[in-house]
């Protein structure tokens, strides 16, 4: 100890010296972010099936041990009660909504539409119809298709997320669009922000908008923000959000090209990333109900593997 710190040990008191002669403590750095490749797809080891609804050989709607013959060029929306709502795309670019039972039977629920989204609870449907840059935007009851509220917006929109009060839109892009939040008990509209969301967790209040009506191979940037207080949670500029998980603490984002795909927390901390090799090409990333990733492959035989991911572990799922 030098002179001058003996000192100050005789003549300060106690609680002084010890916070003069205590070492800064670093703080923690953040754990290194995991990298999985899942290349070649061909030698994972085979794991569960896919726990939600899904398509096989395009034909056949698949959940757990149900199997029904659906038509052609589907899209599974969601499940509705003991149902399920899919849209069957049409010649025109736009779709049919129907409801499909577990005996195969078809009710049609909403005629050509640009999209849908169905509530979490299965009980809500909203559709939207772009017209010339108004869009006409409507709920309905999942189960008979029965009309509950009609709004025509002079935006190019579309629902990106419905509940039992809200529908909330996103622009289609370029000069007309931007997020608007539609109160359709109230009757009430309100604009969120001049751009245009794309993804959104409505029951969570989160959702993710482009900064220049553009996505990331275009020069745009995503922004994560709260849809109640408009406070932005996390902002990037090399990546797009495919979707945010159920429970509201996670999101799903592709980037690099397509060429991977990464778990983030809802705030923008790297949680873990999952990336191929050439041949394999990843053409999606989705989150299953069980909460596992799931990431479509295309092998270098152009064969489709999907591949289910919890954390750093990966395996085919068929």
Known sequence: MSQLLRAVALLAPPALLAGALAAPVPAAAPPPEPLVVV??????????????????????????????????????????GRAYVVEEYKRNNLVDVLRVTRDGRLRALASDVDGSQLSADGTLLATSRLVRFRTEVRVR????????????VNEGVWAIGVDERRVLLGGVGGASGGTHLWNHRAGRI??????????ANLERGLYARNTDDADQYTGGCTVIARIGS???????????????????????????GGSSARVRTVRGDRVVRYGVRYPDALEYAEWDTDGRVLL?????????????????ECRRTS
């Not at 009851?141 to 025509?152: I, K, P, V």
């Not at 309100?190 to 993804?199: H, T, W």
């Not at 035989?301 to 991911?309: I, K, L, N, P, T």
């Open 190 to 199: 309100k604009r969120l922000s001049g751009q245009s969301a794309y993804a």
């Open 39 to 80: 290349s070649p797809v061909g030698a994972l080891p085979l794991g569960d099936p896919i726990a939600g609804p899904h398509l096989e050989n395009r034909r056949t709607l698949v959940d757990g041990d149900v199997r029904i013959r659906v038509p052609a060029d589907v899209r599974i929306v969601g499940r509705t």
């Open 141 to 152: 009851q999942a189960r008979t298709g029965r009309l509950q509220a009609s709004r025509t």
């Open 230 to 256: 408009g406070k932005t949670l996390w902002r990037t500029c090399g990546e797009s959000v495919e979707a945010f998980s159920a429970d509201g603490r996670s999101v799903l984002t592709m980037g690099n």
């Open 296 to 312: 479509g492959i295309d092998d270098e035989d152009w064969r489709s593997v999907v591949v289910a991911c919890s954390g750093v």
